[in-house]
């Protein structure tokens, strides 16, 4: 059973920096293509960045200049650095597994405001 556990989130001011770690346990994750995901009320997940097993990375439109996602297989996690936030970042993000996702986890919430 993969357990995903999403953590670093938090309130910042916009235009700050956040930076989300997601780390698995109950398998190696470093031949999956990785992806954070984003939510808020009333809409459906959206995928914001997914990186594949050799760091190859691809972002979201809104999102592209100021997000990286990067992943360390030997602690098995994944990271989203996250610049120059703004309101609309607010949402809860998960990670997940792209094309086989595990069980979703609780994820984190990001609030950008004043």
């Known amino acids: 059973q993969v357990q995903l556990v999403e953590s670093g989130g938090g309130l910042v001011q916009p235009g700050g920096s956040l930076r989300l770690s997601c780390a698995a346990s109950g398998r190696i994750i470093s031949n999956y293509t990785m992806g954070w995901y984003r939510r808020t009320p009333g809409k459906q997940r959206e995928l914001v960045a997914r990186i594949s097993p050799s760091g190859d990375a691809h972002y979201g439109g809104s999102v592209k200049g100021r997000f990286t996602i990067s992943r360390d297989n030997a602690g098995n996690t994944v990271y989203l650095q996250m610049n120059s936030l703004k309101p609309e970042d607010t949402a809860v993000y998960y990670c997940?597994?792209?094309?086989?996702?595990?069980?979703w986890g609780q994820g984190t919430q990001v609030t950008v405001s004043s």
């Open positions: 997940n597994a792209i094309f086989s996702p595990f069980n």
